[in-house]
Nanobody
C-alpha cells in the first residue's frame, strides 16, 4: 500500500506564509511527479503546482511568484512554500503523486492522493 501524508496546514493572516509537506511511503518502486491541488468550497479541484522527479516545475498562474514547490527524492517528499498568502488561497490542499508501486507490480504509474489539509487565509 502507498500512502501520502500531508502536514503544515492551518490558519494564517493575509500576507503571511505557510509551508506544506507531503511524504509518500509504502510499496514504492518509483515516483515520476508530485504536486499540490486545491479545492475551495463550491469550486472544482485545481492544480496549484507540480514537480517532476528531475525538478521540472509547473505553477498555476494565480500562484506564480508567491508559491514555490520543491522535492526531496531521497525522502519521497514534496514541499510547497506559500508566501504572500491571500484570502482567495483558502482551500483544502491535496498532495498528488504518480507512483509505480512495487506491489501489486505494474508497468505504469498510478495516481495517489493525500487526505487533504485545510488552509484558511484571513483578511
Amino acid at each position: 500500500q502507498v500512502q501520502l501524508v500531508e502536514s503544515g496546514g492551518g490558519l494564517v493572516q493575509a500576507g503571511g506564509s505557510l509551508r506544506l509537506s507531503c511524504a509518500a511511503s509504502g510499496s514504492i518502486f518509483s515516483i515520476s511527479d508530485m504536486g499540490w491541488y486545491r479545492q475551495a468550497p463550491g469550486k472544482q479541484r485545481e492544480l496549484v503546482a507540480s514537480i517532476s522527479s528531475y525538478g521540472r516545475t509547473n505553477y498555476a498562474d494565480s500562484v506564480k511568484g508567491r508559491f514555490t514547490i520543491s522535492n526531496n527524492n531521497a525522502k519521497n517528499t514534496v514541499y510547497l512554500q506559500m508566501n504572500s498568502l491571500k484570502p482567495e488561497d483558502t482551500a483544502v490542499y491535496y498532495c498528488n503523486a504518480a507512483i509505480r508501486p512495487i506491489y501489486p507490480p505494474r508497468a505504469d504509474f498510478q495516481t495517489y492522493w493525500g487526505q487533504g489539509t485545510q488552509i484558511t487565509v484571513s483578511s
